[in-house]
């Protein structure tokens, strides 16, 4: 059985625990508290010389990490990644927009905001990551006023990358009001079968 290395709070964790639910695949997860330090003890460190998470241990004992990667992989030949060049190309593109343009302002404001506990954060960088997350709201919702997924028409892979922090953006002081079209598609992604919220431990 596959093995999910992972930190419940965190949302590229997520992306993972939810396309593994969707596909129906049985895995088990072992938990890594951040907080703690404990991806980055040696025995972690062996595992992913990167010290981050998730890591997939595959059933022949292969490891991949980089939670888009995963994602990647495990969607090849399934409905969650198109066949076809250009939408393959396109689901990538929304992948690198979460991680470049996405994931560094919202995710990292959740983190300073609820996650984990700590000195209080500087106004000024706050104030920097409000503005990135606010522009990526801007880029998605505009994107999603005629459009019901972001490639294709369909639920993808790439709907799953920016699900898992949009979905949680107000954990980070994000406010949504704004974003009809953001909301309406939050709502269509969690009516997905399989569909599992970030805080849950126990898979089939």
Known sequence: MMKLYDYLPSGNGYKVRLLLSQLGHRFTLIERDIAKGETRTPEFLAINPNGRIPVLELDDGRRLSESDAILFYLAEATPFLPAERFGRADVLRWMFFEQYSHEPYIAVARAWLHVFTGPRVEPERLREKMEGGYQALDVMERHLAERRFFVAERYTIADIALYAYT????????????????????????SQPGHVPITQREFD
């Open 167 to 190: 979905h949680v953006a107000h954990e980070g002081d994000f406010h949504l009001g704004r974003y009809p079209h953001v909301r309406t598609w939050l709502a269509r992604v969690a």
